[in-house]
C-alpha cells in the first residue's frame, strides 16, 4: 500500500537556523498537503500542492512539490520559537479519498 | 463558530468496554474523517464518509466502527476495546471529498485502555 515517510524524525535548531522537512511517498502523488501540529494541539493545514515542481510560500515557508510529484519539502527560513511542533505531510493517489499521513517531523527551536 | 467538536477530551476505558467518540461539525462540510495518531506514526486513517449516508474504510478500521448520524455527526464505536486502541483520536472535516480541499481537525481524545 501507499506509503508516506518523513526524515527527519526530529530537529532541533537554534533560533534563527534554518529548517527543512522531507517527504517521500512510495506512489506518484495527486496532491499533497502540510499542516502544523503543535505540542498538545491539534492538525492545522497550512497548504497544499498540486501541480508538478510547484513551490509556494508563506512568510518565512517554503514549499515545493517534486517533479515526479512523489515527494515534497517544507523550508523555513530563520526559524522562530513559534516554528516549533511536528509537520506532517499528507498525500493522496489519484482514484482515492484517502489522504496517508506522514510520519511527521518533530521541530524543536533553542532560543 | 465552533468547528470541529470532539466529546470526551479524555477517557480511560477497561479491556472489554465499549464506548463512542462523539464528533460534531458546523460548518455545513460533506466529508468527516476518523484518524488515530500514535508516538511515531503520524496520524492513521480509520474511518472516513465522503457525504451523508456514505462510510469507507481507512488504513486501520478493524475493532472500530462508525456512524454518520446526519451531515453534522460522524461518531466513532470501539465495540470491545483492547491496550492496542490507546491513542489520540482526531476527527476531521472538510467540504468535498474531491481531494483538493483542507481538512480541519478537532481538539482530539485522548483515550487510554486498560
Known amino acids: 500500500g501507499q506509503q508516506v515517510m518523513q526524515i527527519p524524525q526530529y530537529q532541533h535548531v537554534q533560533e534563527g537556523e534554518d529548517f527543512t522537512t522531507y517527504c517521500n511517498s512510495s506512489t506518484t502523488l495527486s496532491n499533497i498537503q502540510w499542516y502544523k501540529q503543535r505540542p498538545g494541539g491539534h492538525p492545522v493545514f497550512l497548504i497544499q500542492?498540486?501541480?508538478?515542481?510547484e513551490v509556494k510560500k508563506q512568510k518565512r515557508l517554503t514549499f515545493q512539490f517534486g517533479e515526479a510529484k512523489k515527494n515534497s519539502s517544507l523550508h523555513i527560513t530563520a526559524t522562530q520559537t513559534t516554528d516549533v511542533g511536528t509537520y506532517f505531510c499528507a498525500g493522496r493517489t489519484s482514484g482515492t479519498y484517502k489522504y496517508i499521513f506522514g510520519t511527521g517531523t518533530r521541530l524543536k527551536v533553542l532560543a | 463558530n465552533a468547528g470541529v467538536t470532539q466529546t470526551p477530551k479524555f477517557q480511560v476505558l477497561k479491556t472489554g468496554q465499549s464506548m463512542t467518540l462523539q464528533c460534531a461539525q458546523d460548518m455545513n462540510h460533506n466529508s468527516m474523517y476518523w484518524y488515530r495518531q500514535d508516538p511515531g506514526m503520524g496520524l492513521r486513517l480509520i474511518y472516513y464518509s465522503a457525504s451523508e449516508g456514505t462510510t469507507d474504510k481507512g488504513e486501520v478500521p478493524n475493532g472500530y466502527n462508525v456512524s454518520r448520524l446526519n451531515k453534522r455527526e460522524f461518531s466513532l464505536r470501539l465495540e470491545s476495546a483492547a491496550p492496542s486502541q490507546t491513542s489520540v483520536y482526531f476527527c476531521?472535516?472538510?467540504?468535498?471529498?474531491?481531494?483538493?480541499?483542507?481538512?480541519?481537525f478537532g481538539q482530539g481524545t485522548r483515550l487510554t485502555v486498560v
Open positions: 476531521a472535516s472538510s467540504e468535498g471529498i474531491a481531494g483538493q480541499v483542507k481538512a480541519f
Open positions: 500542492l498540486v501541480k508538478s515542481g
